[in-house]
């Protein structure tokens, strides 16, 4: 009878399907999360009086390169939070599936 060695070459696919499909989830939630967090203090500074008093002293190029710079350092920030963590959390799975 023919006997068949199957040797595994690579690693395995459905390891790689799932890596993948949890960075794109925590690439939506980032993006949803940001863009939550814009929408909510836009909302205040529209109802904060303080904030119209400090818009009409303020030159509009400012407010906007302010709002643009603070948005993408946020933003930023949350994505190094996040990937910075993925090595751990990649050795806690793998160690709860070899234990």
Do not use: W
């Not at 068949?4 to 690579?10: D, I, K, M, P, R």
């Amino acid at each position: 009878m023919n006997e068949h060695n199957v040797e595994s070459l690579g690693k395995d696919q459905m390891q790689n399907f799932i890596y993948t499909y949890i960075m794109i989830f925590a690439l939506y939630m980032v993006i949803l999360f940001h863009g939550q967090i814009v929408a909510t203090n836009v909302a205040t500074e529209k109802s904060s009086r303080a904030m119209e008093v400090l818009i009409t002293s303020a030159k509009l190029s400012s407010m906007m390169f302010g709002k643009v710079i603070g948005s993408g350092l946020a933003g930023l920030t949350q994505l190094v939070l996040l990937y910075g963590t993925t090595p751990k959390i990649s050795t806690i799975l793998k160690a709860m599936k070899n234990a």
